[in-house]
């Protein structure tokens, strides 16, 4: 999951707004689609008999109900763009936001998911508009022309990531194609987890995921931070500052001190990092996850956004918590 963007305040802008680490989320920043730590996402809606309209599934900010199959959307979320064409409603979506980089065909637009605008989405003629932020205010203007508008805030847990795959299935009409999606999401986690749970070691082992050079990070109270609990992994991140919402910035000397067992690199896309721009780091040459090996890079999108490709993070995570086993 994004271009060059902005360090500091710009990170984090995006982390708590859009994208992907969603930075994966949430899991997981510019064109991070990450998970902040906000309400979680409602409950699924109970899917009608296929092909039944009107629909009424249950937004970030209450009931929506789309009268017809929409054949028009504008997705306003990377992460609800991915979703969105994983759940076979593709064909149906007509533009995306500036930041939706997958799949490739997706038809990007100007549209920014940051401050969007309704008069620039209106355009579109759209009769479904899916969006992750509305700090501009976008869906009571949206409601008010008659246009469904579906909410779908950055996933706090897991379980929110499924909800919303359910319930915009169901408001495009591919219910049952969103289930299998879900199902399959479940099954390859399991399985990734259940792996990497048979390393005797992996339990005693310690991290640091990268949302930018100038150690901008997150706690496990982030999503992207359980997708890492579920590993039995330690977060050196965890309590260094409480007020920074989850998503703390790190002393280079903090970092070194805590000499983690392995170093998630989210920001590869954005700012060039890899192994050895980190073992360039004052002091970082001598950590173990370095001299052994274990700086992971990660796509910049995959580990920030709460959709369908959650799965792919979930295995780098445990092909990175077995070898870190293994060379314990």
């Known amino acids: 999951m994004r271009p060059t963007r902005a360090l500091g305040a710009a990170v984090l802008l995006g982390v708590l707004t859009l994208a992907g680490c969603g930075q994966s989320g949430t899991s997981g920043t510019s064109s991070k689609d990450s998970a902040a730590p906000a309400g979680s996402a409602p409950a699924a809606s109970q899917a009608p008999a296929a092909g039944a309209f ?4 249950k937004g970030g900010d209450g009931d929506v109900t789309v009268p017809a199959k929409p054949v028009r959307i504008v997705s306003l979320s990377p992460t609800a763009t991915e979703t969105l064409y994983a759940v076979g409603a593709g064909e149906q979506v007509v533009a995306v936001d500036d930041q939706s980089d997958f799949p490739a065909g997706a038809p990007k637009t100007k549209l920014s998911g940051f401050k969007p605008n309704a008069e620039a989405v209106i355009g579109y003629k759209p009769d479904l508009v899916v969006l992750s932020n509305d700090t501009a205010g976008v869906a009571a203007a949206l409601r008010k022309l008659k246009v469904p508008v579906l909410l779908q805030s950055p996933a ?3 379980d929110d990531v499924y909800t919303q795959i359910t319930n915009l299935g169901t408001a495009t009409g591919h219910a049952d194609q969103a289930k299998t999606v879900v199902e399959g999401m479940k099954s390859q986690i399991a399985q990734a987890v259940e792996q990497a749970g048979q390393a005797k070691a992996a339990k005693e082992l310690t991290y640091y995921h990268e949302l930018s050079p100038d150690l901008y990070t997150v706690t496990s109270d982030t999503f992207v931070g359980q997708v890492y609990s579920l590993f ?3 977060n050196i991140a965890d309590g260094v500052d409480d ?9 280079a000397e903090h970092a070194v001190k805590a000499d983690p067992d392995l170093v998630f690199l989210a920001d590869t896309v954005c700012c060039g990092q890899n192994a050895e721009t980190v073992a360039r780091r004052t002091g970082w040459k001598d950590l173990s996850a370095v001299k052994k090996g274990l700086v992971i890079p990660v796509n910049d999108s995959l580990a920030s956004r709460w959709g369908p490709r959650l799965p792919e993070f979930v ?3 445990g092909d990175a918590v077995r070898k870190a086993a293994a060379a314990k």
């Open 54 to 57: 009107p629909v009424t599934v």
């Open 156 to 158: 706090t847990k897991i």
């Open 232 to 234: 039995g992994l330690k």
């Open 243 to 251: 007020k920074a919402g989850g998503y703390p910035k790190l002393s």
């Open 315 to 317: 295995k780098i995570v």
